[in-house]
Each structure stands twice: as structure tokens, then as C-alpha cells.
């Protein structure tokens, strides 16, 4: 089935540096791809939706400068969090849409930890 | 939006016992529904889904009923095992092809 993978798993930066995740779609083309924040014993949250060639739709609360999000090629979306501060750590995950049959498909995930 | 609501947040149950997973949603118009379930610090796994021209479907000691008139729809674990420990999630998929979560349930199954 549809694979999506996410780098970095994990990742530990200092307070006011920017991180950057990717997701890959290893073997279809995903021209959407949904980015989920996860805080610890809660549900996932959707933050933004990046789409091939076009800007991304962000969810009505999250702010656009601080997550950055780029959907590079069909094969390539990433998540930038700049300037960021310990209240932005989290698991982060992105998916791709449900193609046919199959459900979505999520990345690995990214627990970032801001120090 | 679509908004989905999930119950219990928690659930304690024997091993052997059913489990009972209820969510609700708001979305007239939502037509697919999975469950997840999810290990700490993993990716949701898909363990069952629905979509809206079928009533219940099952898949070995699960199961997920949907009302779609009430929108509201259930998921059935029978025979529960300790290994069926995790949190569960409840997702809607409404317009432009998004999934909405629901709040999650926590599940121990005790040995």
C-alpha cells in the first residue's frame, strides 16, 4: 500500500530556532497532504493542508509565519515551525489523502521538543 | 465545520469483555468513517472503517455500526485482550476530503 515517509522521528531544538519536518510520498503522487499537531493525551489536531502549486489552507487559529508549510513537488511536503518556543512542542504528523479503497496514509510522526 | 464527538475518554474493561466506543458527528454530508488506534508516540493504525451506504461492518473481534440518520457511529470490540490496550480515535471525513478527530478513548484491557 501507499507509503508516506517522515523525517525527522524526533527531533530537539533551542528556543527561538526554526525546525523543519518532510514528508514523503514514496510510491504515489499526493498532491494534498493534511498536517496534524498532537499535544500530549489529546487528539489530533488539523493545522494546515498543503497542496501542490498552490498556497496552503490553514485551520483558523494557527499562525501561517510560524508554520511554514511547502509543498515542494508531488512527492514533497514540509513543515517548517519558526522561531520556535516550548509551547510548540509536540508530535507532529502528516497524512495524505485516501486514495480508492485504501484509507489515509500517515507519516511516522515527529515529537519535537523545544528547549 | 465538522465537529465529532467520542465517549467514553476512558474505558476499563476484563480481558474477554466487549469493548464500546461511541462517537457522534455534525456533518450531514460526511460519507466515510475510520477508527484508529494508536500506540504511544506511533502513527494511528486504521483497524476499521465505514462509509455511509453500508450500516455495520465487521472484521474478526471488531466491528463499527453507523446511523446515519442520528449520526452516530459505534465501534465493537468483543473478546478483548490485554494487547487491545491503546488509545482509540473516531474520525470524520467531511468536505475537501478532510479527516476530524474525535477527542479519543483510552482502553485497558485487564489481564
Known amino acids: 500500500g501507499a507509503v508516506v515517509s517522515q523525517h525527522p522521528s524526533w527531533v530537539i531544538c533551542k528556543s527561538g530556532t526554526s525546525v523543519k519536518i518532510e514528508c514523503r510520498s514514496l510510491?504515489?503522487?499526493?498532491?494534498?497532504m493534511f498536517w496534524y499537531r498532537q499535544f500530549p493525551k489529546q487528539s489530533l489536531m488539523l493545522m494546515a493542508t498543503s497542496n501542490e502549486g498552490s498556497k496552503a489552507t490553514y485551520e483558523q487559529g494557527v499562525e501561517k509565519d510560524k508554520f511554514l508549510i511547502n509543498h515542494a513537488s508531488l512527492t514533497l511536503s514540509t513543515l517548517t515551525v519558526t522561531s520556535a518556543h516550548p509551547e510548540d512542542s509536540s508530535f507532529y504528523i502528516c497524512?495524505?489523502?485516501?486514495?480508492?479503497?485504501?484509507?489515509?496514509?500517515f507519516g511516522s510522526g515527529t515529537r519535537l521538543t523545544v528547549v | 465545520g465538522e465537529n465529532v464527538e467520542q465517549h467514553p475518554s476512558t474505558l476499563s474493561v476484563q480481558e474477554g469483555d466487549s469493548a464500546v466506543i461511541k462517537c457522534t458527528y455534525s456533518d450531514s454530508a460526511s460519507n466515510y468513517f475510520p477508527w484508529y488506534k494508536q500506540e504511544l508516540g506511533k502513527r494511528p493504525q486504521l483497524i476499521i472503517d465505514?462509509?455511509?451506504?453500508?450500516g455495520e461492518k465487521k472484521d474478526q473481534r471488531i466491528a463499527v455500526t453507523l446511523n446515519k440518520t442520528a449520526k452516530h457511529f459505534s465501534l465493537h470490540i468483543t473478546e478483548t485482550q490485554p494487547e487491545d490496550s491503546a488509545v482509540y480515535f473516531c474520525a470524520a471525513e467531511g468536505a475537501g476530503n478532510m479527516l476530524t478527530f474525535g477527542g479519543g478513548t483510552r482502553l485497558m484491557v485487564k489481564p
Open positions: 465505514i462509509r455511509s451506504n453500508v
Open positions: 497524512s495524505a489523502p485516501k486514495t480508492g479503497s485504501d484509507g489515509y496514509t
Open positions: 510510491d504515489f503522487q499526493a498532491t494534498t
